[in-house]
């Protein structure tokens, strides 16, 4: 399986930009798709973006589409959420994840979990 440790998240401004990053280990991070999903206070955890294991796929939620970009690198057992034009709805606690499909549609594909990074963004 699959340990997975989100790093990046912070605290800044609508409109500013933010890199969220994802270490993985346990040996099979090369076959797995990879997704980031996030959580609000009051709200279920909700899809955001996910990646094939050869990085071919991907797909994101509408809310995020044209801002967030999601991209991996095998050789360095990482996956990235690059976010840009941040609003105070992308606030969250993001929460990386693999699973062994080809992407990750929704938690149900999930296999391993991260522990989460809180992303805030003010007005």
């Known amino acids: 399986q699959v340990q997975l440790v989100e790093s990046g998240g912070g605290l800044v401004q609508a409109g500013g930009s933010l890199r969220l990053s994802c270490a993985a280990s346990?040996?099979?991070?090369?076959?797995?798709?990879m997704a980031w999903f996030r959580q609000a206070p009051g709200k279920e955890r909700e899809f955001v973006a996910t990646?094939?294991?050869?990085?071919?796929?991907?797909y994101y939620a509408d809310s995020v589409k044209g801002r967030f970009t999601i991209s991996r690198d095998n050789a360095k057992n990482t996956v990235y959420l690059q976010m840009n034009s941040l609003k105070p709805e992308d606030s969250a606690v993001y929460y990386c994840?693999?699973?062994?499909?080809?992407?990750?549609?929704?938690?149900?594909?999930?296999?391993?979990w991260g522990q989460g990074t809180q992303v805030t963004v003010s007005s």
């Open positions: 994840a693999a699973g062994p499909t080809v992407v990750v549609r929704g938690p149900h594909d999930v296999r391993s």
């Open positions: 346990g040996r099979t991070f090369g076959s797995y798709a």
């Open positions: 990646i094939s294991w050869s990085g071919g796929r991907t």
